[in-house]
């Protein structure tokens, strides 16, 4: 009888056992460590907000450090366009006419996923197609073709804002050319900008527009300034508003153009608020992703009023990053 009454009480406790462990298994879920991780713990990629090809480009690698060119081939018009002159095709005064390569070369620090700062110079070799090797290896100071001046500091923020991609950075470049220093008076500039994308779902068309900013600083006063007499067309602050459209093939190729409507200069020798109004321009062009980290735009830029072959610009942007 003690036997029996023993083995009931031990079964009765192993389907007790049984049951409880039943129900906390019921009432349990499965939750992955990425679920509780607090959302800045988590590893982003800023390819995953960012889809735009041109603008991932432009971001920088998403190495902790890096190095970059953003170089463009500032060429002549359809019907010359490797010649050594570069038309004025929009109609405004031009500091120098002359086919160029130009740009800036520098390395760059990723804070995080989404923001990086950048130090770098300006580097440029006038007429390229036109002066002989040694010239491009010599400075404009000893009577070459090559210049390196103008250093830079910017940061830039690459983020995604609900159906938008957008690209803000700030900056400032020092002058350091002498023509520049000696004649202009300039000290250097300040500059800002803000690039949105908008996504259509299941097009392949990606509608933006883009914003900059400037303010130029000098190191003389507007009324001190009698180069060019009493006016002084220097101007020290401006902004534009350039909508454009691109429509993407595939992963590699994508139409662009850019319309430039709105453009205004402020001239020191006029009153504040008063600005003047750029010429209307265009430009068309083809983008060539060749990998993430390099991007081609060969393009044409164009004042639709004064729409003919030989008052075009035609040219070539790069990006590329490195490590």
Same mark, same amino acid.
């Given at each position: ?18 049951a ?8 349990t ?17 800023l390819?995953q ?19 970059s060119?953003d ?7 359809l ?14 005064a031009?500091?120098?006419g ?28 006038l ?12 400075? !404009?100071?000893?009577?070459?073709a *090559? #210049? ?7 940061? %830039? @923020?690459?983020? /995604?804002?609900?159906?938008t ?8 470049s020092h002058?350091t050319?002498e ?6 008076k ?6 800002l ?18 914003t900059? !900013?400037?303010?130029?600083?000098? *190191? #003389? ?7 060019? %007499? @009493?006016?002084? /067309? ?30 205004y ?28 980290d ?6 044409m ?18 990006t590329?990053?490195?490590?």
């Open positions: 009888m003690k036997t029996q009454i023993l083995m009931s009480l031990i079964l009765a406790a192993s389907m007790t056992s049984v409880q462990a039943e129900e906390q298994s019921s009432n879920s499965t939750v992955k460590v990425s679920d509780v991780q607090a959302k800045d713990e988590q590893v982003k990629d390819d907000e960012i889809t735009n090809a041109k603008m991932r480009a432009e971001s920088g690698s998403k190495s902790k450090w890096s190095m060119a170089l463009t081939f500032n060429g002549g018009n019907v010359e366009p490797f010649g050594k002159v570069r038309p004025n095709y929009s109609g405004e031009a500091l120098d002359r086919t160029n390569i130009s740009g800036d070369i520098g390395v760059s620090y990723r804070v995080n996923p989404n923001n990086r700062v950048s130090l770098s110079t300006g580097v440029s070799i007429t390229p197609f036109q002066s002989r090797g040694e010239d491009m290896l010599k400075m !404009a100071k000893d009577g070459g *090559s #210049d390196i001046s103008t250093p830079s500091i910017t940061w %830039g @923020n690459t983020q /995604r804002i609900g159906g991609q957008n690209s803000f950075s700030v900056g400032y002058a050319k023509f520049y220093t000696d004649v202009i300039s000290v250097g500039d300040l500059s900008s803000h690039v949105v994308i908008f996504d259509i779902a299941g097009s392949n068309w990606q509608p933006g527009f883009s900059s !900013a400037y303010y130029s600083l000098y *190191s #003389d006063s507007a009324q001190s300034f009698d180069v060019i %007499g @009493n006016d002084d /067309r220097r101007s020290d602050y401006g902004i534009g508003f350039y909508p454009f459209v691109e429509y993407a093939f595939n992963d590699t190729f994508s139409f662009r153009t850019v319309f430039r409507p709105f453009t200069s402020h001239m020191r020798s006029d009153d504040a608020g008063t600005f003047e109004t750029s010429m209307y321009t265009q430009s068309v062009g083809l983008g060539i992703a060749v990998t993430r390099i991007y081609l735009y060969p393009n830029q164009f004042a639709p009023e004064n729409l003919k072959p030989e008052l075009t610009n035609v040219g070539l942007s790069t590329l990053n490195v490590f």
